[in-house]
């Protein structure tokens, strides 16, 4: 008892900055919550963190960005002509390790700033995904889905798309519950068995846990009644959700969450048989400093590696990642790098990157969801691809197995979606509308029957969705434009220009000369 005491005394500074759970675990476990909270993940999302005041110009749009901080915090600020728009953040994503994201909160909706701050250059430029934009402004909402892994636990309104609780989120930092489940259970009877202890599993179960966070693949689709939240450690994501594999070229380089893809790659996975995962160098209670990053690694390498190696290999000081797992540039990084974790022994760039040229899972779900989930992705990769083959190969595999479920939304939503591009009006009419009925309160699904609507001619009762529409969610931008637009074709113009003009009022625009509505993305295929 006396070493516990003087143990919680060592880590109070640490320990204080803790979560009430984190606080709790803490009483028998001060070591691991203070190591924890050391590490990337327990900072993976802030309302405090502050970067350097800065300026710069996006020469694809011609947009100028303006960063400033104070004693209220940061503000962000665009000109592009004579709009603008200054935000003030709300919440920073990322721990700095590489860069730092931003979010900005207008009412109770959360939206993506469209800058970033890339730590290791020392430089604002654009967020991953606007680096082309025409129209970069904070109009990118963030779902619960895009949270997931970058905060402790958010508080989505049921059924809405970025819309949250007065407090958005119940903690801010991952939690310990994300790798070790439910902890109330533990708490009251801390004994061993009653809470997951990651190290203990095997297999899929046991690479599920880190998998979460660490494999996003191309698409993720969820099991019919269930949202990509509802995993817990002690399962296999695929009671979830399935994650795919999308086509790509050899050589196209890693991605940002990417770290289960290039490890399956290895030859030290391979030839493990299945007993090296991501638990064997990295210890979430135990994150190296910077200076002893090397030695900390090279010790894990040596613990499979030590006989094989010859003395001058395995010399003290040998930095085992800087030469076979080197930094890389990431295809969807935004500006910065990350280990690649294919563990070559001779790295380059395109090395065992293997050309795929079809979608496939992970793991694959359970037999009567293979189809459903399959067909999904198809669907949602090929119109986001513009690949009719993925597009027409999903149809048809969904309509095989359509009666399946008669009251899914997603694969109604995902059969009407590619229906409506065919002009098949009549056919995705009832689908949009059965989808609708049984999400009558998500907004999106109002303007995917109002877009079928408009194909069919039937302009009055599209405007009557739009209009629902946005008394669900007043910031849905696409039913803004979508609305916008059919008022101008009926000659309308003044209904337009108030539906702009409180829009624009509402997400702080100003516009002193044209629209500022970007066009409509989109269907919502989920």
């Not at 008892?1 to 005394?9: G, I």
């Not at 490890?263 to 299945?274: W, Y």
């Not at 800087?322 to 990350?338: L, S």
């Amino acid at each position: 008892m006396m070493f516990l005491s003087l143990l919680l005394l060592f880590f109070a500074p640490i320990l204080s900055a803790a979560t009430p759970e984190q606080q709790r675990c803490a009483k028998c476990h001060a070591q691991e919550v203070a190591g924890f909270a050391r590490s990337a993940m327990s900072r993976a999302l802030s309302s405090g963190a502050t970067q350097p005041d800065g300026s710069f110009t996006h020469q694809p749009s011609g947009t100028t960005f303006t960063i400033r901080s104070g004693a209220n915090g940061m503000t962000q600020e665009y000109q592009r002509g004579t709009e603008s728009s200054r935000q003030h953040i709300a919440y920073t994503i990322g721990s700095g390790s590489h860069a730092y994201g931003y979010l900005v909160e207008i009412g109770n909706h959360l939206f993506q700033s469209p800058i970033s701050y890339y730590t290791r250059r020392h430089t604002w430029d654009m967020a991953p995904g606007y680096e082309t934009a025409a129209h970069p402004d904070f109009s990118r909402p963030v779902s619960e889905q895009c949270l997931a892994c970058h905060s402790g636990k958010a508080l989505p309104i049921a059924d809405t798309l970025n819309q949250y609780e007065t407090k958005p989120f119940a903690a801010e930092g991952i939690t310990c519950d994300r790798c070790h489940g439910p902890t109330a259970a533990h708490l009251k009877n801390p004994v061993p068995g009653s809470i997951i202890n990651p190290a203990r599993l095997t297999g899929a179960v046991r690479d599920s846990i880190c998998e979460q966070c660490h494999l996003a693949g191309e698409l993720r689709v969820p099991n019919p009644g269930k949202t990509f939240t509802d995993f817990r450690p002690g399962q296999t994501l695929e009671d979830t959700y399935t994650v795919y594999l999308g086509a790509q070229p050899a050589g196209t380089g890693i991605k940002v969450i990417s770290q289960a893809e290039q490890l399956r790659l290895s030859t030290c996975s391979r030839m493990s048989a299945g007993k090296l995962w991501c638990g064997t160098c990295h210890n979430p209670h135990d994150q190296p400093t910077p200076e002893k990053a090397a030695a900390y690694y090279r010790e894990r390498c040596l613990s499979c590696h030590a006989a094989t190696l010859d003395k001058a290999h395995a010399a003290p000081g040998r930095d085992c990642v800087g030469c076979h797992m080197p930094q890389q540039p990431a295809k969807d990084g935004g500006h910065t790098a990350f280990t690649d974790h294919r563990i070559a022994r001779f790295p380059s760039p395109e090395k065992d990157m293997q050309a795929v040229s079809t979608v496939t899972a992970w793991r694959e779900p359970a037999p009567p969801l293979r189809d459903r989930n399959l067909s999904i992705a198809l669907i949602t990769l090929g119109l986001q691809n513009s690949s009719a083959p993925q597009v027409v190969q999903g149809f048809r595999l969904l309509n095989q197995v359509a009666n399946q479920f008669p009251n899914d939304p997603a694969a109604l939503t995902s059969m009407a979606t590619v229906l409506l591009r065919a002009r098949q009006t009549a056919q995705a009419l009832p689908r949009f509308e059965k989808a609708l009925q049984l999400r009558p309160n998500y907004a999106p699904y109002e303007v995917n029957l109002a877009a079928a609507l408009l194909e069919a001619k039937q302009t009055d009762a599209a405007i009557a969705h739009l209009k629902k529409a946005l008394q669900l969610d007043p910031l849905l931008e696409q039913a803004v434009h979508l609305l916008v637009r059919v008022y101008r074709q009926q000659g309308q113009n003044d209904e337009a220009a108030t539906v702009e003009r409180e829009y624009q009022r509402a997400v702080g625009i100003v516009d002193g000369a044209s629209s500022s509505l970007q066009m409509p993305g989109s269907l919502a295929t989920h």
